[in-house]
């Protein structure tokens, strides 16, 4: 490899790292800032771009629905039908609004991580998702305690019915798995995903740019390289929207099992 190979291929930020995901503040708060970046502005356009996108498609409904009308309520019959009334029952039809909100944010944040310019998603940082697995985690409670109250329910979630005798070990069990586990896989699920997912399609971008600086006789290894980043990019794109289903799938679930009659 020649002097000025080795400054090329040092030019390339190969390979990646964590630091990736740490991007510098859009001005005016500074670079040393990380309070408005650029992963904050795209949770914010995703939350403006869905509030406007259903407003303007139901805002003059039609009995023959325009496309718009059409998508959005195709994306909440979806949610409603397959999702809600599903896992809950007749009463998760009361759910659906949230749960079609949860599917979409999470939809469109993942989708950016494909986006040609953007290709990252919020999601890939583990605050976005922590905190939606705190707003479903706080929602299940709250059913559970105002369908059944508050000592009923935290009875029927942490006791089940076994023997007497096993009940001190059960019961630990239960609360490890009904209350810490389920928000903590919810989060870790969905962060691991997206954070996976955009290491491998930085490794196999940046990785074709790397071995074409250091010699060009590995111009094929490049190409190899780049096929293999859009294939990933379409199995990437199955796995953006199978995460935001397993996301509002197991919320559904949870507040089913919140308002079960037993155990």
Not at 151 to 159: E, P, W
Request: hydrophobic fraction near 60%; include cysteine.
């Amino acid at each position: 490899m020649t002097g000025q190979s080795i400054v090329l291929a040092a030019d390339v930020p190969f390979p990646p790292s964590v630091e990736d995901f740490y991007l510098p503040s859009i001005a005016p708060w500074g670079e040393h800032s990380y309070w408005f970046t650029k992963i904050t502005l795209l949770v914010w356009v995703s939350v403006a771009a869905l509030i406007i996108f259903f407003l303007v498609s139901n805002r003059k409904p039609q009995l023959v629905p325009t496309k718009k009308q059409w998508l959005a309520e195709s994306l909440y019959g979806f949610v409603r039908n397959n999702i809600s009334v599903e896992m809950i029952g007749p009463r998760g039809v009361a759910f659906a609004p949230y749960l079609t909100t949860l599917f979409c944010f999470i939809l469109l944040n993942n989708f950016f991580g494909i986006v040609p310019l953007i290709q990252i998603s919020p999601m890939s940082h583990i605050a976005f998702p922590a905190v939606l697995a705190v707003i479903s985690y706080v929602l299940f409670i709250a059913v559970g305690i105002r369908h059944h109250g508050f000592v009923k329910y935290f009875k029927t979630a942490l006791i089940p019915p076994a023997p007497w005798f096993i009940l001190p070990l059960l019961i630990p069990i239960e609360f490890f798995s009904n209350f810490l586990v389920r928000p903590f896989s919810l989060a870790v699920r969905l962060f691991a995903n997206m954070f996976a997912g955009h290491m491998l399609l930085l490794v196999f971008t940046l990785g074709g740019f790397a071995m074409l600086s250091a010699n060009v006789w590995y111009a094929p290894f490049s190409i190899v390289s780049w096929a293999m980043t859009i294939a990933l990019t379409f199995l990437e794109f199955m796995v953006i929207v199978l995460q935001a289903y397993v996301f509002t799938v197991l919320t559904a679930s949870y507040v089913a099992g919140a308002l079960a009659d037993e155990h």
